[in-house]
């Protein structure tokens, strides 16, 4: 017991932090917006150390059960932070566009961001690195649809009609994902996991893997999620009285929400990619991006028909071109089974690019 608390000590400070900052969280709110703006960069430094212990029982999870199942833990406990986020700040009236800005940011930083630098990390340490090829074209088509349904084409919808599409949208989120986690876990799992040549060499030669408990491991992953999501309710908070005024681009927010969520992801797929387990950061970038816009979207449309009040879903003309060039890009570059340097670097340009325009307001 002793060991655990010591090997999960980040995590323990974060959660000493949350019980300290929730009775602070008065007195950091009106005590001015420089106090306001330190308080929420320190519950930033916390929700990564918190995350860094998630991503670890995620790495163990996956060693232990394999993929695709311990990225999908991972993937939904992420998404899961998300929504609760979401669900509180759009209940203290946030911007309308909230919901569709951090729905966009994921994606951005999911495909471009995580998987970009995963793949330039890990082609620059291993040249070409493999994958099954069919998981990255379930997922890429999932996303491109998905998005469409409920992203661009309620441009087109009247705004006396909304309830009723919204109602369509979230019916087919559901559909969507009731068929991916069927695939994903059922017969067809294959589809999404990839059996590496070191792997099979290390069980014919008789290494016993690194025990772990599995109950332990889960535990403390769904633990350090709600931790992080305790500190990230008062931190948006904090951090948008610390930012306002400031000429800080409101789509900020959105991205400061979507990073927080994948903090864990970000980290695992980073080791992942420099152990040579490509397959791990095809189903970590891709999944969490399907993840997001498939559970995320659902939650906050019922919110909005509940409430009565509709949420701007439509992405603009500079967000619709700029989702539609990376998942053109990931067509391309996750259509061969293996991936290097290169394809990592395109992505990164574009999430550089996705970073240039948020920061110009676009």
Not at 117 to 132: D, F, I, R, V
Not at 266 to 287: E, F, H, P
Request: one cysteine or more; hydrophobic letters at 55%.
């Amino acid at each position: 017991m002793l060991t655990t608390l010591k090997q999960e000590g980040f995590l323990l400070l974060a959660l000493i932090a949350a019980c300290v900052a929730y009775p602070l969280e008065h007195w950091m709110l009106h005590s001015g917006q420089v106090i306001a703006l330190i308080s929420g960069l320190v519950l930033i430094a916390f929700i990564v150390a918190a995350s860094m212990r998630v991503a670890h029982q995620a790495e163990l999870l996956a060693e232990k059960v394999g993929d695709p199942y311990g990225t999908m833990i991972l993937t939904l406990a992420a998404v899961l932070v998300e929504v609760v986020i979401l669900a509180i700040m759009m209940s203290n009236e946030a911007s309308a566009t909230l919901v569709r800005d951090t729905i966009y940011s994921a994606v951005m930083l999911d495909i471009n961001g995580i998987l970009g630098l995963a793949a330039l990390m890990g082609g620059l340490k291993h040249g070409e690195q493999s994958y099954n090829d069919d998981s990255a074209r379930s997922y890429s088509v999932m996303i491109l649809t998905a998005m469409g349904v409920s992203m661009v084409v309620p441009e087109f919808i009247p705004e006396a009609r909304w309830k009723l599409y919204s109602a369509f949208t979230i019916g087919t989120m559901v559909v969507l994902y009731a068929l991916f986690l069927r695939m994903q876990v059922g017969p067809h799992s294959y589809f999404f996991s990839y059996s590496y040549p070191d792997k099979r060499r290390r069980k014919e030669s008789g290494a016993e893997p690194q025990p772990v408990n599995l109950v332990l491991s889960i535990g403390t992953l769904v633990f350090g999620v709600v931790v992080i999501g305790a500190l990230a309710e008062v931190m948006s908070r904090t951090l948008d009285l610390g930012l306002e005024g400031t000429g800080a681009p409101p789509v900020i927010t959105a991205i400061l929400v979507a990073a927080i969520s994948a903090a864990p992801e970000i980290l695992t797929a980073l080791r992942a990619a420099l152990a040579n387990r490509m397959q791990s950061v095809v189903n970590i970038a891709m999944g969490a991006s399907l993840s997001t816009v498939i559970l995320t979207v659902p939650v906050m449309e019922a919110m909005a028909l509940y409430t009565g009040q509709p949420f701007q879903m439509a992405m603009t003309p500079v967000q619709t071109v700029m989702v539609f060039l990376t998942l053109i890009v990931s067509a391309i570059n996750l259509n061969d089974g293996e991936t290097n340097a290169i394809e990592g670097m395109t992505h990164f340009v574009l999430f550089a690019t996705f970073i240039m325009l948020s920061l110009l307001g676009l």
